[in-house]
């Protein structure tokens, strides 16, 4: 079991910048592939990406495609979330989340673990 504590989200205006950070807990953390997902005010929770346990592949929903970039810092047990060219549709909590499996997997029901989320806001 992994402990994740996601940080900084906040009001941003669109085509803004933001960058979010997981802080991970556990002496196992470079084994788990690590997504973030997201979810809005009356939505269902959304895949946004992966990256693998080495950091080596990444794999994004096509809606943030070109725009946000997950990295990580297995040293540190830190993972990252850079959000560019924001849009007021980004506007959600943001979950980073832990996956055992060696597959890029984007359903949430396969992460075993999951922070409590950081709101970000985007202002048109």
Do not use: H
């Not at 997950?70 to 993972?79: E, F, L, Q, T, Y």
């Amino acid at each position: 079991q992994v402990q994740l504590v996601e940080s900084g989200g906040g009001l941003v205006q669109a085509g803004g910048s933001l960058r979010l950070s997981c802080a991970a807990s556990g002496r196992t953390f470079s084994s788990y592939n690590m997504g973030w997902f997201r979810q809005a005010s009356g939505k269902e929770r959304e895949f946004v990406g992966v990256i693998t346990r080495s950091g080596g592949n990444t794999d994004y929903a096509d809606s943030v495609k070109g725009r946000f970039i997950i990295s990580r810092d297995n040293a540190k047990g830190m993972v990252y979330l850079q959000m560019n060219s924001l849009k007021p549709e980004d506007t959600a909590v943001y979950y980073c989340a832990a996956d055992r499996s060696a597959f890029m997997r984007i359903r949430s029901v396969f992460y075993n673990d999951w922070g409590r989320g950081t709101q970000v806001t985007v202002s048109s």
